[in-house]
């Protein structure tokens, strides 16, 4: 059991400090919704983990977290069995994404046009 039900407490998972980047991102069109963004990414596989997007008057308005699966046998992150946690601030409510992903043992030539022609 990952989460308990009072509280909605993670646990039975193990997490790791990872060294990131904080990127902030200013917009410069006066009308667009978010004033700013700040993504924090990490540094060794440029994945997201955490994203901030501030309104006009500079409040935290929404937010997105994800955490990623690891295929260690092909050596790269996934989707699968993860939890996406999406928060508005400002409207009080969110919303808990749960994607699931099948590893495809597919080469290049697989996915190329020529290799879809030929699937066809």
């Given at each position: ?18 060294p ?10 006066p009308?667009?919704?978010?004033k ?5 990414i ?9 994203n901030?997007?501030?309104d006009r008057?500079g409040r935290?308005y ?5 955490n990623y699966?690891?295929f ?5 992150f996934?989707w ?13 409510h ?10 495809a043992?597919w080469?290049r030539?697989?996915?190329?046009l ?5 699937a066809?």
């Amino acid at each position: 059991e990952y989460w308990s039900s009072k509280g909605l407490e993670m646990r039975n998972v193990r997490l790791e400090r990872r060294p990131i980047y904080v990127v902030k991102l200013t917009q410069q069109d006066p009308n667009y919704v978010y004033k700013e963004r700040v993504f924090y990414i990490d540094k060794e596989t440029f994945t997201f983990y955490h994203n901030e997007f501030f309104d006009r008057k500079g409040r935290l308005y929404r937010s997105w977290d994800g955490n990623y699966g690891w295929f260690p046998d092909m050596g790269t992150f996934t989707w699968c069995g993860t939890f996406i946690l999406m928060r508005d601030h400002v409207d009080l409510h969110s919303g808990i994404e749960q994607p699931y992903q099948l590893p495809a043992f597919w080469t290049r030539a697989d996915t190329s046009l020529e290799g879809f022609i030929k699937a066809k």
